[in-house]
């Protein structure tokens, strides 16, 4: 399967926001002369503001605003000089009374982007272990990715689970000299808290604890003169934890701070922190505005203000509490999530919204899982109650309307989160189609699926059937796949969709770059299901190919799309899959604005490749066609290694070669760790030997004949088709003898003998195959999942 290398992930995070922006709903500009606040002008209409993290509103305070422009009048727009040299003269009195805020020496930063790049590395020793919260800000995770270097081990927990917290632990306990685990205090999707109180408990137990806590949503609308969530819950700033603030978002000015009560790690930071030394100073008129702010902060009037603010949001949360609308965490803080699932439910609700008069927020992948989607709405100062109450009659209206519109319903949605639905959601189908699903490739007309399925693979009807003796009634679970044919009709009859898919037991890490592979089987030694989950997938692991019949010139062609990806959601709720995998689709696939609007990414597989036989009436004249290049590497890398070996075809062989099959197999299997998935089982080998449509291509040295070196194991497609399926080789043999370069012209003289008219070569080892001729093609597949945590978890690994 394919490999998520890091532009990979680019790419997907291109291709969901370049969706979005078609939709109207991301990287708009705002209009107008002016800006107050309470509404934001979009498209020549005026919204009321539901989406600004100015929470307190006092990016608008007349106080703020006067002494901004003060500061320009006195020293002009910037002090261009690092603060390693000089700081401008009003940085000293902010710095005196943040300070006063906290209790505890702080440090001004740019913003808090540029200072966690410059605290983490300085704070954090080679000794040391950091584990993240796997929802913790990007920010926090770009700088912690930049300790791999320094070889500092990064690990991520599950979002607030502190089982999995304490398991990390107790793996570093004896080894590791401080361990940092990284945090929000409020996280800016959900609106959810950070569990502080049982953190530092947690802590007493474990004194090399250390807390890293970004609080930048929590800052101003909560806490002893605004200083946030966290220090609300832990009084004094204790000498194991860093605190990150805001100067902006409810702040009302610029910059970020960190808050440090260790007196050597403060200062070890303050000295040179990479950053904090280099980049430029905040500007004048922001550092007078934080100035304007911090005395705001220090005065009875922030407690008024955050009282003003708990109205609306005790409001917004007792009007939502009468609704069904589905409120993803319930919670006092001013961030709200709306799920809506897919992606595109999410771009039409907000569109509905926007229409409706209301600017909100839409929160999309990567910042949630792109099933996850939804609208973050924010309530401020600004927000009159009037208004708040017309943005919830107007959800009221118009999110069953986005869920009907886009084909889902409510119950999805709450499956998608792990919530209890309250409602029941109506069933969408499309009247005029026939769906059919079976349990059993016996239970399809042998003929008809061959016509639809048999020109490629080995998922002819035979190989199917093969299949399932296979991988059921196994004592291993990896060994047990559950299968399902479906069919989708017009009224007269017409096939306009075929396929089959899978539910099986994956690596998660089948996905990821083999370095990370390693790491996890050794993992696997003591826990063999580590880091495993099960998937739904089109088509199987034993198989590749395009696993998809579809009529595209149908005139129902998309209602038959959408029918098979329902179809499918329904089939993962109900056998619990963590991921939905559609797979081997070109590049310029028609299906891709559907599937990424129903929340899939998309990821490039291993490239596909195919050897086209038409017209070859034997060896000779295959190699004749082959490129000048080709020829002088079949002369020079192949044919003097032929003089060396035997081969043979075998359809029959004896326990010692069936024996002898299953180590090679075992070999590359073991050795192929970037396409890291569970071994099959060795009555698979049995079951081939035995099938009149399976053959084995076998490689011994003249030196030992006794002895195979290589087998290449092909099906016999009932379409003519051969398929090269699995390879098994000696690596001990595998340079003195070039077994696996043999083994490909060896299929290909096989094909051609027995007059198939095409090779299904397969995936991996492209640059091979293309030198003997294979077309090569590139692949994708489209996953969908509610759980970042794995595929955020690999990346933190790849590179360590």
Not at 138 to 163: C, D, F, G
Request: glycine content about 6%; aromatic content about 10%.
């Amino acid at each position: 399967m394919a490999k998520i290398k890091h532009h990979n992930f680019l790419n997907t995070v291109h291709e969901v926001f370049t969706d979005a922006k078609q939709e109207g709903v991301l990287h708009l500009y705002a209009e107008g002369k002016s800006f107050s606040g309470r509404k934001i002008r979009v498209k020549n209409r005026d919204l009321f503001h539901f989406g600004t993290t100015g929470y307190l509103g006092l990016e608008q305070d007349p106080r703020l605003k006067k002494a901004a422009i003060q500061a320009i009048e006195n020293y002009g727009t910037q002090f261009p000089l690092s603060k390693s040299y000089i700081s401008n003269p009003l940085y000293h009195e902010l710095e005196q009374l943040v300070t006063k805020m906290y209790s505890a020496p702080i440090i001004i930063t740019k913003n808090s982007t540029l200072g966690h790049l410059g605290v983490i590395p300085s704070a954090v020793d080679d000794d040391d272990v950091i584990i993240l919260d796997h929802q913790v800000h990007w920010s926090v995770q770009n700088a912690a990715k930049m300790l791999k270097t320094r070889s500092v081990p990064i690990e991520m927990i599950r979002h607030n689970n502190l089982e999995m917290l304490e398991d990390k632990l107790k793996k570093y306990t004896h080894s590791k000299k401080h361990i940092w685990y990284m945090a929000d205090g409020i996280y800016s999707m959900y609106g959810d808290y950070a569990p502080v109180s049982d953190l530092i408990e947690l802590g007493k137990k474990y004194p090399q604890l250390r807390f890293y806590f970004d609080d930048v949503h929590g800052m101003s609308w909560t806490g002893k003169n605004g200083t946030g969530y966290v220090l609300g819950q832990l009084g004094d700033l204790p000498h194991n934890v860093l605190l990150f603030g805001t100067l902006s978002k409810t702040f009302g000015a610029s910059g970020a701070l960190l808050a440090c009560s260790n007196q050597e790690l403060y200062k070890k930071i303050k000295t040179f922190g990479g950053p904090l030394t280099f980049s430029a100073q905040l500007e004048p008129a922001s550092v007078a505005a934080a100035i304007a702010s911090a005395k705001i902060h220090l005065s009875e009037d922030i407690y008024d203000l955050q009282e003003d603010l708990r109205e609306r949001i005790d409001y917004f949360n007792s009007l939502l509490a009468k609704t069904d609308i589905p409120l993803i965490d319930h919670n006092e803080s001013p961030v709200f999530f709306i799920g809506t699932g897919m992606p595109k439910t999410g771009y039409n609700f907000v569109n509905h919204l926007m229409k409706e008069g209301f600017y909100v927020n839409l929160g999309i992948f990567p910042a949630v899982p792109v099933k996850n989607t939804g609208v973050r709405i924010t309530i401020s100062r600004h927000n009159q109650k009037k208004e708040i109450k017309a943005l919830v009659d107007a959800m009221i209206f118009h999110f069953p309307k986005a869920l009907e519109e886009t084909q889902t319903t409510s119950e999805k949605v709450f499956y998608a989160f792990n919530l209890q639905s309250k409602i029941k959601g109506v069933r969408i189908f499309n009247e005029g189609l026939e769906t059919h699903e079976k349990k059993t490739i016996e239970a399809m007309d042998k003929n008809e699926w061959n016509r639809l399925m048999g020109g490629q693979g080995g998922y002819d009807w035979d190989g199917l059937k093969f299949l399932e003796n296979v991988f059921q009634r196994n004592d291993r679970k990896e060994f047990n796949w559950t299968f399902r044919y479906l069919t989708i009709k017009d009224n007269a009859g017409e096939i306009i969709l075929a396929t089959f898919y899978t539910h099986s037991l994956w690596k998660d890490d089948m996905l990821a770059h083999e370095k990370v592979s390693r790491k996890l089987e050794e993992s696997r030694k003591n826990d063999p299901y580590h880091l495993t989950s099960m998937v739904l997938s089109l088509g199987c692991l034993f198989t590749e190919g395009n696993h998809l019949y579809w009529d595209e010139k149908h005139p129902q062609a998309i209602e038959a799309m959408n029918t098979l990806i329902r179809r499918m959601e329904d089939s993962q709720q109900k056998l619990n899959s963590k991921m939905i995998v559609l797979r081997d689709f070109r590049k310029d696939t028609s299906w891709h604005r559907h599937l990424q609007g129903n929340g899939f990414v998309r990821i490039q597989m291993p490239n596909s490749c195919m050897v086209d036989l038409k017209g070859t009436q034997n060896i000779k004249g295959f190699i004749a066609n082959l490129s000048s290049r080709n020829r002088k590497h079949l002369r020079k890398d192949i044919e003097p290694n032929l003089e060396k070996v035997y081969v043979k075809v075998a359809n029959n062989c004896t326990v010692t070669e069936i024996g002898r099959i299953k180590h090679l197999y075992s070999n590359v299997h073991q050795h192929n760790l970037g396409l890291n998935t569970f071994p099959f089982p060795e009555k698979l080998f049995d079951h081939m030997n035995e099938n009149p449509f399976w053959e084995f291509i076998l490689v011994s040295s003249k030196e030992q004949p006794e002895l195979l070196i290589g087998a290449m194991l092909c099906y016999m497609n009932s379409a003519r088709v051969y398929v090269p399926a699995f390879v098994g080789m000696d690596y001990d043999y595998l340079k003195k003898f070039g077994t696996y370069r043999i083994l490909l012209l060896k299929t290909i003289e096989r094909a051609i003998e027995l007059r198939f008219p095409k090779i299904d070569m397969g995936m991996t080892a492209s640059f091979e195959k293309k030198k003997l001729g294979a077309k090569i093609m590139e692949k994708y597949a489209y996953l969908q999942t509610a759980d970042n945590y794995t595929l955020e978890l690999l990346g933190i690994m790849e590179g360590q």
